[in-house]
């Protein structure tokens, strides 16, 4: 007997506005599965910031607040601090991110927030019209580099599951993609853990979703999905960075340093 599809409660039933093909629609319905799935839609606090992010609103069926571009981490931050019986998730795209938002991604990442941060990395700028993001490939196309990414003349890709990776308090990173039905399978598992582990108290979690632009890419949604999987994973492999259930850090990741005598 086939499954009978229930729309999710958390998510409202209304039209998209997303280019078919796109990814942020399925990362949508993963999480608003997720907040069913563990009953907690009245206490989820959503920031989403400037970019196709933002509209993250529009769809899901919980208390958002819309931040400056690149402060959705410093607005969670203060969220979770005041109200630390919810679930604050800061969902964000890579040029907010990882462009004018890198400050507060690290520092709040550093100083391992109870929050969990939803990172929708697509390797292009999708709201302003396709220009190069801190996460465009070396060799791709975009309005701003018509010859291709020269790492020479603008740096290399950032890895934002590795970067975050460096600090000591984070608790859970993965990277995830959405290209095909066994890798959006986990990317809900992964976004659902985060969660949970917020949920749980034990701290900073962070995912990161490998997204198709089909639009700004200027092909075919079936051949963005294979872009994804070919020339996006090899430069971002997908996988668990880190998992701490417990939530405590061993003492052996970050010595203490003895007494200093300035004087």
Not at 24 to 51: M, N, S, Y
Not at 144 to 168: C, F, K, M, Q
Request: aromatic content about 8%; charged content about 20%; glycine content about 10%.
């Amino acid at each position: 007997m086939s499954k009978i599809y229930t729309f999710p409660k958390s998510m409202k039933n209304v039209r998209t506005h997303y280019c078919g093909g796109c990814g942020h629609g399925i990362v949508h319905k993963l999480i608003a599965q997720v907040i069913d799935e563990l009953g907690i839609q009245e206490d989820v606090l959503l920031t989403a910031p400037v970019g196709c992010a933002v509209f993250a609103y529009n769809y899901l069926d919980v208390d958002s607040v819309e931040a400056a571009h690149g402060r959705a981490p410093a607005v969670s931050t203060g969220m979770k601090r005041v109200h630390k019986d919810k679930i604050v998730i800061c969902y964000q795209g890579d040029g907010d991110l990882l462009a004018i938002g890198t400050a507060e991604t690290v520092h709040a990442a550093n100083r391992g927030e109870n929050i969990t941060v939803i990172f929708i990395n697509n390797a292009i700028y999708g709201m302003t019209g396709g220009q190069m993001a801190p996460t465009s490939l070396v060799g791709q196309v975009t309005k701003t580099t018509p010859y291709g990414r020269d790492a020479n003349d603008v740096g290399y890709p950032i890895r934002a599951a590795e970067l975050i990776n460096t600090l000591v308090e984070p608790k859970y990173i993965e990277r995830c993609a959405v290209y095909d039905v066994k890798h959006i399978n986990q990317t809900k598992a992964a976004i659902k853990k985060a969660i949970q582990y917020q949920r749980e108290g034990k701290g900073y979690s962070f995912v990161e979703v490998l997204s198709m632009c089909p639009t700004n890419w200027g092909v075919e949604p079936t051949t963005a999905a294979d872009w994804v999987r070919d020339a996006m994973e090899p430069y971002y492999p997908l996988g668990v960075f880190r998992d701490i259930p417990g939530g405590v850090i061993p003492e052996a990741a970050c010595p203490k340093a003895g007494v200093v005598n300035a004087q």
